[in-house]
């Protein structure tokens, strides 16, 4: 959104229209004044996809439109867990956890193939193994790699994209990724560690989520203390060194992705923390060149932008898919 004037009354609008005329409470998910329905609970669940077991969180009634929901680094399903109820009463909304990630198996980096590729695989097999055919997808930094594969092998299955922070532009790769490239170009011991010494700490953690933000009081400290305590389990940061490398095989495939985009035009919708050093602000206007039905919202927030505008983003949602989807 251009006008700072009328993001600034979309954000009071969640006040009346998502709050009050909606009625939903986050966390709950339940209707102000009716009973709470196993429709809008958030269920935790488990399903075996090949050889590791996923762990997914999913509410809403299952014959309304389907959001997948695609998680970052480092974090999980988890983050998520204020939007989902804030959806569930229109949508049937999935979020899986990644192999290695949150709560679903974690098999050390010689016994499950860590790259992107694979990923893709896994929850493109979860989505059929839970009955997902047609789908919008949240794309979220590596979320959108792992997203962007599924979507443009597989154009008819999916309705919508939504997309926070996640890069299919090489505008969106600047100054924080120069060591992760030299890691690509070189995989060295040493560049490897300079990884796993500046990337995989509680300080950086707690720097993804804080870095940024308006308000960093209104941010959680349990969202860095509960990723933290996922990667420092044994064997966790050599899998998270291993998608660092294989997260170079992502930037050859941004024209495929740009290709997919402009042939099939799929509605998108961007919701984008402006103040994100990670995938900057210069990474989400790019995606105007290629897609002819978009939405656009720049936000003055950081990387994990729900953790302070989420109820925004889900009124932003609500709307942009009611209109887009939604019958």
């Known amino acids: 959104m251009k006008n700072t004037k009328a993001l600034q009354s979309l954000r009071n609008k969640v006040v009346t229209s998502l709050l009050a005329a909606t009625a939903i409470v986050a966390f709950g998910g339940t209707a102000l004044g009716s009973e709470k329905t196993d429709g809008h609970a958030t269920l935790h669940k488990t399903v075996q996809v090949r050889e590791v077991e996923i762990f997914y969180r999913e509410a809403g009634p299952v014959q309304a439109p389907t959001i997948v929901l695609l998680h970052g680094f480092p974090t999980s399903s988890h983050m998520f867990r204020n939007l989902i109820p804030a959806l569930s009463d229109r949508f049937h909304v999935v979020a899986p956890d990644y192999p290695g990630f949150g709560n679903s198996s974690m098999p050390l980096v010689d016994e499950f193939d860590y790259s992107f590729d694979n990923l893709a695989v896994v929850v493109e097999d979860f989505l059929a193994a839970i009955g997902v055919d047609k789908f919008s997808l949240y794309l979220m930094d590596y979320g959108a790699p792992i997203g962007y594969r599924i979507a443009a092998a597989h154009p008819e299955k999916v309705q919508a994209l939504i997309i926070q922070n996640g890069n299919a532009y090489d505008e969106g790769l600047r100054e924080f990724w120069d060591p992760i490239k030299a890691f690509w170009a070189e995989k060295t011991n040493a560049h490897g560690k300079a ?58 495939l941004y024209p495929h992705w740009q290709e997919y985009f402009r042939n099939h035009q799929p509605p998108a919708l961007i919701v984008w923390g402006k103040n994100d050093p990670i995938f900057p602000e210069e990474g989400a206007h790019p995606y105007k060149r290629d897609l002819k039905n978009l939405e656009f919202h720049i936000l003055d927030t950081g990387h994990f932008a729900l953790e302070e505008d989420g109820a925004l983003i889900a009124l932003l949602i609500r709307e942009f898919l009611s209109k887009n989807v939604a019958k």
């Open 195 to 252: 990884l796993r010494d500046s990337l995989l700490t509680i300080g950086a953690t707690k720097w993804q989520y804080t870095t940024g933000m308006r308000n960093v009081e209104a941010v959680s400290p349990d969202n860095w203390v509960i990723d933290q305590s996922k990667l420092d389990r044994p064997g966790n940061k050599d899998i998270q060194i291993e998608l660092f490398y294989s997260y170079g095989t992502n930037p050859p």
